[in-house]
């Protein structure tokens, strides 16, 4: 059942209706435990954990007062987690000229119970429609793992550019990637959303 406090909706062409709720450390934390420890989610860097390990880390998360966490509903069912920085008070801020209006942001799908096509490109369309629309963003920024060619291939697909092929950053070597609104609004036009 959906939780009361939604943070943003949309419906996505074909998939149907998506929304973000705030993360609840006492309900999610049992929704993510299973996910973070799947294979596919080596690059979440919480593979082996326990619930309590996971519940650490969000309340550390949490506890920063500069990255918001979502989970992502699709017809009322938690389906992803999303996490959204401010890259001034993170160390990919070290790699850019960070300002006022500019985002970061990890993303979590779990895992489906039926394949729905295109539907990791929906959950990617809400995120930066969230992002651009709702905290009106000015630049988003990715540093994902320089491993993780699904991401890159995604990212790539809604208008990211690489700004460094190879960042050290204290828990991996990152690619650094920026989108901004126009880029990213092109590229869903042309993908159908």
Same mark, same amino acid.
């Given at each position: 059942?959906? $939780? #009361?406090?939604?943070?943003?909706?949309?419906?996505? &062409?074909?998939?149907? %209706?998506?929304?973000? *709720?705030?993360?609840?450390?006492?309900?999610?934390?049992?929704? !993510? =435990? #299973?996910?973070?420890?799947?294979?596919? &989610? %080596?690059?979440?860097?919480?593979?082996?954990? %326990?619930? /309590?390990?996971?519940? &650490?880390?969000?309340?550390? !998360?949490? %506890?920063?007062?500069?990255?918001?966490?979502?989970?992502?509903? =699709?017809? +009322?069912?938690?389906?992803?987690?999303?996490? *959204?920085?401010?890259?001034?008070?993170?160390?990919?801020?070290? =790699? !850019? +000229?960070? /300002?006022?209006?500019?985002?970061?942001?990890?993303?979590?799908?779990?895992?489906? +119970?039926? =394949?729905?096509?295109?539907?990791?490109?929906?959950?990617?369309?809400?995120?930066?429609? @969230?992002?651009?629309?709702?905290? $009106? /963003?000015?630049?988003?920024? *990715?540093? #994902?793992?320089?491993?993780?060619?699904?991401?890159?291939?995604?990212?790539?697909?809604?208008?990211?550019?690489?700004? $460094?092929?190879? *960042? $050290?950053? /204290?828990?991996?070597?990152?690619?650094?990637?920026?989108?901004?609104?126009?880029?990213?609004?092109?590229?869903?036009?042309?993908?159908? @959303?």
């Amino acid at each position: 059942m959906q $939780q #009361p406090s939604v943070a943003f909706e949309k419906d996505v &062409a074909t998939l149907g %209706s998506f929304s973000l *709720v705030p993360f609840d450390l006492d309900c999610d934390v049992r929704v !993510i =435990h #299973p996910w973070v420890n799947m294979e596919y &989610a %080596s690059f979440w860097m919480l593979g082996n954990s %326990s619930e /309590a390990d996971v519940r &650490a880390e969000y309340t550390k !998360i949490l %506890s920063t007062g500069h990255t918001e966490v979502l989970m992502g509903y =699709h017809k +009322d069912k938690p389906v992803f987690l999303v996490e *959204v920085y401010d890259p001034r008070h993170e160390e990919i801020g070290t =790699h !850019i +000229d960070p /300002a006022a209006g500019d985002y970061g942001m990890h993303v979590l799908v779990g895992p489906p +119970d039926e =394949h729905i096509p295109n539907f990791t490109s929906g959950v990617f369309y809400l995120i930066m429609s @969230f992002l651009f629309e709702a905290r $009106q /963003a000015k630049r988003v920024f *990715v540093e #994902p793992d320089i491993g993780n060619a699904k991401i890159h291939k995604l990212n790539r697909r809604f208008g990211f550019r690489v700004l $460094q092929e190879r *960042v $050290q950053l /204290a828990n991996k070597t990152a690619q650094l990637e920026l989108c901004l609104r126009e880029d990213f609004e092109r590229c869903s036009k042309v993908l159908g @959303f």
